[in-house]
């Protein structure tokens, strides 16, 4: 997915409004992640009402504080607005894990045509390959809230990199460095027995015979 932004530079809604523009940055922020292009403005009716529950929907989705580790999803705001301004005041309300295109960038224009974004607001979905999961996902986003992430998850057919638990992987860990041991133990246990029974029936032959007439 950092293909898209090839060339071009993202800003991080932090604080610092740390510029990522180097493939290594982009990738790491993109790659493997389900990618929500949300086109609005803030002096948009339709928009002010729409961004709070988009803002509920992605902190539910990615916030340690309602999930156990964040979905792999993220989302760069494809502004709108008039006004650098604007812009930026309408950011410092939306979590710091999104991402923004800088104002004065005319990409957004072009994304705006390729996506057939013809009003605000706009949510478009993208797979980590780039294939268009859906067009506009507000009406689904208001509908079913943070549910949606699972369908488009297996739409993306998305690989989960943290799949296996801590505590399962450290079992199957234990497991592998046991088993040979156990193979061990189990196979020289068994030889043992097979010794013994064939110790044992050669004694009782060898009893048998001496009373033989």
């Not at 529950?53 to 008039?82: G, I, K, M, P």
């Not at 993306?156 to 399962?168: T, Y």
Request: with cysteine; net charge neutral.
């Amino acid at each position: 997915m950092a293909a898209l932004f090839a060339g071009r530079v993202l800003v991080a809604n932090n604080g610092a409004r740390d510029e990522l523009d180097t493939e290594r940055e982009l990738a790491r922020c993109l790659d493997n992640k389900v990618l929500l292009l949300y086109f609005a403005a803030a002096a948009c009716p339709r928009c002010r009402a729409f961004s709070p529950l988009l803002r509920d929907f992605y902190v539910r989705l990615t916030d340690e504080f309602y999930v156990e580790r964040a979905s792999q999803l993220v989302l760069v705001y494809v502004s709108r607005d008039d006004t650098e301004e604007k812009q930026s005041r309408f950011l410092k309300s939306m979590p710091k894990r999104w991402l923004s295109l800088p104002f004065e960038d005319d990409f957004k224009r072009e994304l705006a045509e390729r996506f057939a974004v013809a009003a605000v607001p706009a949510v478009v979905v993208l797979a980590p390959d780039g294939r268009l999961i859906a067009a506009n996902a507000v009406e689904e986003i208001r509908r079913a809230g943070p549910a949606c992430f699972k369908n488009w998850q297996e739409a993306a057919a998305l690989v989960d990199r943290n799949f296996l638990a801590a505590e399962d992987f450290d079992e199957v860990a234990r497991r592998s460095l046991t088993d040979p041991v156990r193979r061990l133990k189990y196979k020289l246990g068994k030889k043992t027995r097979d010794e013994e029974e064939e110790e044992g029936g050669s004694a009782a032959t060898g009893s048998g015979g001496h009373g033989l007439p």
